[in-house]
């Protein structure tokens, strides 16, 4: 009784085992195609950020610009298409500065990654000096971590390779445009809270118009918060990166 027992007990072990090779050489195509389709997806997935920055123009406006950065497998290239904003030498070098930042700060390997600084603007904009650099480095990280910049903040300060921000020009200016465009916090690097908010003044017409600015305020007040970051690790936690 015993080995009839045994006999057809591996009769049915032997049967399971052939059901299983069976089925699995005979697996659905939608099971593999979505497999395959995962694979290309990861190699070809691009991540991009956006935001708009204070910036002074020739005539001491300030003037919001746009800028984009888009971070994809590549590498480690950096690419620059920026349309009609037109950067002057000082301002390129800040975006190899960004690009060395952010790789601090995220802890991203960006040998393996292409960046390209990019902006859609339409109007024909010149920027100097190195200003846009802490924004740059804030895209970047929110590139690489496929995060959204939050509206209403924004950014001016020129970075260094190890993620500080320091001074620039202009953040008068730059306050005033940031205010009139609806934004309620304005980050500025150490100690230029305190710059002085101008307006122009003129009296006559023509050739006999003259003009003069005058100080109206500070920056610290044009702006709901005007908050001063010496690093690109504390401007993150304002933008939730």
Known sequence: MAAEVSKYFLVLVLGVALGVLIGLNFLPDQVVEKTVEIQVLAQDTSRAAEMFFPAVTTDGDGAMFPLGVEAKLGTGKTLVDLDNLVFVEDTQ????????????????????????????????????????????????IAAIKNKTIPRG??????????????????????????????????????????DPVKEKFCVGEGADKVCEEKETGKVKDAVENVIEVSSIYEALLYFGL
């Open 93 to 140: 070098s800040s975006v190899k500065k960004a690009r060395e930042a952010a790789g601090r700060a995220s802890g991203a390997d960006l040998s393996k990654l292409d960046l390209t600084y990019y902006s859609n603007t339409n109007q024909l904009t010149i920027i100097g000096g190195e200003s846009a650099g802490a924004g740059m480095t804030i895209l970047t």
């Open 153 to 194: 903040v924004t950014i001016t300060g020129a970075i260094s390779s190890n993620g500080s921000i320091t001074k620039v020009g202009g953040v008068g200016a730059k306050a005033k445009v940031v205010a009139s465009n609806g934004y309620t916090v304005f980050l500025v690097p150490p100690n230029q809270s305190n």
